[in-house]
């Protein structure tokens, strides 16, 4: 599976985003995918997680209400919203996929794909 995530760029606090993961080379029916970021200096951290074939989903508190994952199973594509941004939410966004594992497994970061991701930049 080819990962392509897209969509980031500078936005000022409390402004919306949304973020796109194209996949390619497979069907994503068995898979569960997942959200990440990494602000520069920090370690990587979960952000989403979604079962593309039930449609189960699960948030980092920091974003809970705030960011919402869905997908377009005719474009394979996986989105990301982000609402009301804040500057501590800025970092590069990669998006990842697990083969046949769970929602817990991409919560913990065990995925089995990642694409380069995308830089979102929040200012105060």
């Known amino acids: 599976v080819q990962l392509q995530a897209s969509g980031g760029g500078l936005v000022q606090a409390g402004g919306s985003l949304r973020l796109a993961c194209v996949a390619s080379?497979?069907?994503?029916?068995?898979?569960?995918m997942g959200w990440f970021r990494q602000a520069q200096g920090k370690e990587r951290e979960f952000v989403a997680a979604f079962s593309w074939s039930g449609g189960v989903t699960d948030y980092a508190d920091s974003v809970k209400g705030r960011f919402t994952v869905y997908r377009d199973n005719a474009k394979n594509t996986l989105y990301l919203q982000l609402n009301s941004l804040k500057p501590e939410d800025t970092a590069v966004y990669h998006c990842?996929?697990?083969?046949?594992?769970?929602?817990?497994?991409?919560?913990?970061?065990?995925?089995?794909?990642w694409g380069k991701g995308t830089q979102v930049t929040v200012s105060s």
């Open positions: 990842a996929a697990a083969f046949m594992k769970s929602v817990v497994a991409v919560t913990k970061g065990d995925m089995d794909y």
């Open positions: 080379g497979r069907t994503l029916m068995s898979y569960y």
